[in-house]
């Protein structure tokens, strides 16, 4: 992984085998990142994403292995009880063309991964809510 700042925008590469999710909270440690928006490309060689049910108040975890293209992430970083938070949603398409996606839990660069910050200046934290279990922006 290495990356660079330019002003509030981070330009990040994530490497050959290095975990997508690990490696943005490594860069938000270091650049003391509370909120910001987030947007990635590149190829993964397996990942594992989510879908919720809010009858259920749960994930249900899809895991998928072999030659993906990212065909969009995005998401927000900021915190919750003071602590980094990541919700980021994921999609990569197969060789066939079909894309697969959801709320990412993990995912392990193949080749690359190209990823912009960008730097809200501010901060919003997050509440767990008691009716759809999820964890939700406290303004």
Do not use: W
């Amino acid at each position: 992984m290495d990356y660079r700042r330019f002003g509030n925008k981070i330009i990040l590469r994530i490497d050959r085998g290095e975990e997508i999710l690990s490696a943005m909270y490594k860069v938000i440690e270091q650049e003391e990142i509370k909120l910001a928006s987030v947007s990635a490309l590149g190829a993964v060689g397996s990942f594992t994403v989510g879908v919720y049910s809010v009858d259920e108040q749960k994930y249900y975890s899809n895991n998928f292995v072999g030659e993906y293209e990212i065909t969009s992430l995005n998401g927000t970083i900021n915190t919750m009880n003071g602590t980094p938070y990541i919700h980021v949603h994921f999609s990569a398409g197969d060789s066939s063309g079909a894309v697969y996606g959801g709320h990412l839990n993990e995912a392990v660069v193949c080749a690359t991964c190209e990823m912009v910050i960008d730097i809200i200046d501010g901060c919003v934290d997050r509440f767990k809510d008691s009716v759809t279990g999820l964890n939700l922006f406290k303004f």
